[in-house]
């Protein structure tokens, strides 16, 4: 099937620049890591909801210049295909170019274009409500993931757990879908930790503010990202922590960790890259850079857990 067939009716019309009729004049700002992005052409029925999802992140980086627009067009309802979600694991189509990046999906055409720096256009036929919302962050996830690359840092599929005293750090657990990011983040919350997101954060380089010269990959901050599955709150920023251990999750009948190799911990943050560990023109800079964020010295494991929970009494999550 070639790119696009799945959501398009005529994928071959897919637009080629950033032009068309916009949706309205408002405009919103959302901060997170690579940002601010600036949002622009919406109308205040998709203002209202996009703020609703995002919450705080919104307006955080109105004083700063943006680093990344992307405009809002209209598209017809006639252009998509109706498609029974039922029992379907969505992914967005990507089609892979050095110049620009094109996205199909349900209700959604975008394309990432970098002339020379990054720029967005979404094209969509829902004018607002719980459905634009989560067209708009299907688009979004994929440009904080293309823009994070551009600065060092990379978007990682996984859950990531914080300490919540000072200096405690964050865990990254990370798999598959149904691996149990989100049943090991409600079972960390049962034993008093903070959910970042059990399902997208950010690794990112830099010193971290006050850590300790002797923490482990203090140089490596864990950000949360209001991207969530089935726990977290979306909308309510975390302070950066330092990345204190990275585990893969198995589930199992009993509870244990074993030591991972440095070819595996790489190979298991190139599985769990979205959007650009399938992209031929960025891989090897993403390898480089997934070698860089992690150092040899950062404890990784496999985890192999239960529903008990008892996996948070092992020491090397003490």
Not at 183 to 189: D, E, H, K, Y
Request: overall charge neutral; glycine content about 12%; hydrophobic content about 45%.
């Amino acid at each position: 099937m070639s790119f696009g067939e799945q959501f398009l009716v005529h994928p071959d019309l897919f637009p080629a620049r950033r032009s068309g009729e916009t949706w309205g004049e408002r405009e919103l700002v959302i901060d997170l890591p690579g940002g601010p992005y600036l949002f622009t052409g919406l109308n205040a029925g998709q203002e209202a909801h996009v703020r609703r999802r995002f919450g705080s992140f919104c307006g955080l980086g109105a004083g700063s210049p943006p680093a990344v627009e992307t405009r809002f067009f209209r598209a017809a309802e006639a252009d998509f295909r109706e498609i029974d979600t039922r029992g379907w694991e969505y992914g967005l189509d990507l089609d892979f170019g050095l110049a620009a990046v094109r996205v199909a999906g349900l209700r959604l055409m975008a394309r990432l274009d970098w002339r020379p720096g990054l720029a967005a256009a979404v094209w969509t036929p829902d004018a607002g409500g719980e459905a634009f919302a989560g067209i708009f962050e299907n688009a979004f996830r994929a440009l904080v993931s293309y823009r994070l690359l551009e600065s060092g840092g990379v978007v990682l599929h996984g859950a990531a757990l914080a300490r919540r005293q000072e200096g405690g750090g964050a865990f990254l657990f990370l798999g598959r879908s149904g691996a149990g990011k989100s049943t090991v983040s409600r079972l960390g919350m049962e034993r008093g930790l903070t959910v970042l997101s059990d399902d997208l954060n950010a690794l990112l380089p830099g010193e971290l503010p006050g850590a300790a010269v002797a923490t482990v990959a203090a140089a490596t901050a864990v950000v949360k990202l209001p991207f969530t599955g089935d726990v977290g709150e979306p909308g309510a920023p975390s302070p950066p922590h330092p990345l204190r251990a990275l585990f893969r999750l198995e589930k199992s009948a009993e509870e244990a960790v074993s030591p991972l190799s440095r070819a595996e911990v790489v190979g298991c943050l190139l599985a769990c890259s979205p959007f650009l560990n399938t992209d031929p023109y960025r891989r090897e800079t993403l390898v480089s850079i997934l070698s860089a964020l992690v150092p040899r010295s950062l404890p990784a494991y496999a985890l192999r857990f239960s529903l008990t929970g008892r996996f948070w009494e092992l020491p090397e999550l003490a």
